[in-house]
T-cell receptor, first 110, second 118 residues
């Protein structure tokens, strides 16, 4: 089976930095992805880590440690529009399925 | 990036009727598409994997006779919710990966379909 753990909610201040952690347990792990979802919308892809280390895309960065089964999403210079749910997801080798965590609701205060 | 179009974006139907949801890859060919269901404030739960030209594979606990999946071409997969009940009301989302793409590529999601059964 598989499981992903991430905090249910995080609150941060506009302009600040926030880190959302994700730990996973799965068979056939291939990579860790992050998705953003605004209320009523579909998930949009943010980043993917197939190897250990940090991936940076603008204000968003994602990190993976395969030995620790751990990753995080780092959001910098927070803006009000970043208020959304963020999901970590594991990609399984073999069947290429993407399994989602329960999501972290990010609240941003002005 | 690649575009996946899902239709309709929302639908209201009566209990006992069937509803078909379409998922199209507009600018790429998708050998495999995935169907998810999301209840309010919950995660996306994988329902089934749709394979072009073959039967879909369903996740444990998903009734294959209730959720009919057809993947007739490399650009189209359909999900039909048969004999819908109010508890089937949910947000249904499809995703697709491009044919021949490497494993380290993202999955592209459709816009989702909000189904309400009354």
């Amino acid at each position: 089976g598989q499981s992903l753990e991430q905090p249910s909610e995080v609150t941060a201040v506009e302009g600040a930095i926030v880190q959302i952690n994700c730990t996973y347990q799965t068979s056939g792990f291939y990579g860790l992805s992050w998705y953003q979802q605004h209320d009523g919308g579909a998930p949009t892809f943010l980043s993917y880590n197939g190897l250990d280390g940090l991936e940076e895309t603008g204000r968003f960065s994602s990190f993976l440690s395969r030995s620790d089964s751990y990753g995080y999403l780092l959001l910098q210079e927070l803006q009000m529009k970043d208020s959304a749910s963020y999901f970590c997801a594991v990609k399984r080798g073999g069947d290429d399925k993407i399994i989602f965590g329960k999501g972290t609701r990010l609240h941003i205060l002005p | 990036g690649a575009v996946v179009s899902q239709h309709p974006s929302w639908v209201i139907c009566k209990s006992g009727t069937s509803v078909k949801i379409e998922c199209r890859s507009l600018d790429f060919q998708a050998t495999t598409m995935f169907w998810y269901r999301q209840f309010p404030k919950q995660s996306l739960m994988l329902m089934a994997t749709s394979n072009e030209g073959s039967k879909a594979t369903y996740e444990q606990g998903v009734e294959k006779d209730k959720f009919l999946i057809n993947h007739a071409s490399l650009t189209l997969s359909t999900l039909t919710v048969t004999s819908a009940h109010p508890e089937d009301s949910s947000f249904y989302i499809c995703s697709a990966r491009a044919q021949g793409s490497g494993r380290n590529t993202e999955a592209f999601f459709g816009q989702g379909t909000r189904l309400t059964v009354v």
